[in-house]
């Protein structure tokens, strides 16, 4: 099974941007996270959302 959610350190390391830009970009509402016990998540769907938004603004 594909990954469904990635720990922030996943998601800035993937982006190649720092773990404070990511959660600079949850709380602007770019990305979507959630909490799971104490660790914050972002679904794989709200990574490929975000790019694909990045994607249609530079064309």
Do not use: C, N, Q, W
């Not at 990954?3 to 998601?11: F, G, I, S, T, W």
């Not at 972002?42 to 994607?55: C, E, G, K, N």
């Amino acid at each position: 099974m594909d990954d469904m959610a990635y720990r922030v350190e996943e998601v800035a390391r993937a982006l190649r941007v720092g773990r404070t830009k990511v959660f600079d970009l949850i709380r602007a509402g770019e990305l979507t996270s959630i909490k799971i016990g104490g660790s914050r998540r972002v679904p794989a769907r709200s990574v490929h959302d975000y790019l694909s938004r990045l994607i249609a603004e530079a064309a």
